[in-house]
């Protein structure tokens, strides 16, 4: 119950009121109208940056986790290694926001240590076309620093529900080891896999405060531009854009949730 309560209130409720609130006028008067700025250049392009960046940054951290969660196959449950990654997966997973974004102005920022110490030892400026930090290119690398953590957490439950029985009976067939994960390893995990991805593509989607903290210039993501809406004067002149746009990541969002409930579903028949 007191679970029940919580997603009423902070998910069930403020998704009602968004999608709600996208319909209507300031007088309250149900119109179509609002839709109209999904269609707005500005606001596809926008959109369209979103995907991109969620999308690379997703498919980045999936392989890499993925990368991790096999070399911790290889070890017991109990070995003090994977307690400390998946410990540390963990903790990284939620380490965003201010303080993420503080992380990397001070390593490689236009003043960062690294940034100086690669110009002043080797000569090489990262930052002669641009600061390119500030911008979308610069969301890129904190958003994998959160996203390959979380792929540990999800995919490692996966990958230790293959039997080792399996590998065994694969042996016993004539079948090798890269066979073994041809024909068997990777279509059991695909499903798992592509969960994760999805998960990890709407953790991006949805992430707001390690761009906002970042890139504070300019709206490049629909998650800053529904913070300009909200706090600019001049909102394209359109009436609750904001609301609008939440709208439509609502639909995005619940059609990747969707699509991640279907790969979950079919991952769970070889989790049993």
Request: charged share 10%; hydrophobic share 60%.
């Amino acid at each position: 119950m007191p679970f029940a309560a919580y997603v009423l209130l902070f998910l069930a409720l403020p998704t009602v009121l968004a999608v709600g609130s996208g319909f209507f006028d300031d007088a309250g008067h149900f119109t179509w109208h609002n839709l109209s700025a999904l269609g707005d250049p500005v606001v596809l392009r926008t959109f369209w940056s979103s995907v991109w960046l969620s999308g690379l940054t997703a498919v980045v951290g999936a392989v890499l986790g993925a990368l991790v969660c096999y070399a911790l196959l290889g070890l017991r449950p109990s070995h003090p290694a994977r307690t400390v990654v998946e410990a540390a997966a963990s903790v990284l997973a939620q380490f965003g926001g201010v303080m993420l974004a503080f992380a990397f102005i001070a390593t490689i920022g236009l003043q960062g240590l690294v940034t100086l110490w690669l110009k002043n030892t080797f000569g090489v400026d990262i930052f002669a076309g641009g600061a390119w930090i500030y911008e979308l290119p610069g969301l890129v690398a904190p958003y994998i620093y959160f996203q390959v953590p979380l792929m540990v957490i999800t995919f490692v439950p996966a990958l230790t529900g293959l039997q080792h029985q399996w590998y065994e009976a694969a042996l016993t067939l004539g079948d090798t080891r890269a066979g073994f994960w041809r024909h068997v390893g990777m279509p059991v995990l695909a499903p798992s896999f592509l969960a994760s991805l999805l998960l990890l593509f709407a953790n991006a989607f949805s992430s707001f405060a390690t761009a906002a903290a970042l890139a504070s210039q300019g709206s490049q993501i629909v998650p800053l531009q529904i913070r300009a809406a909200l706090v600019s004067e001049t909102v394209l002149g359109r009436q609750n854009l904001a609301e609008t746009l939440a709208l439509g990541m609502i639909v995005v969002m619940a059609l990747v949730m969707w699509l991640y409930s279907l790969a979950a579903r079919r991952a769970a028949r070889w989790q049993r």
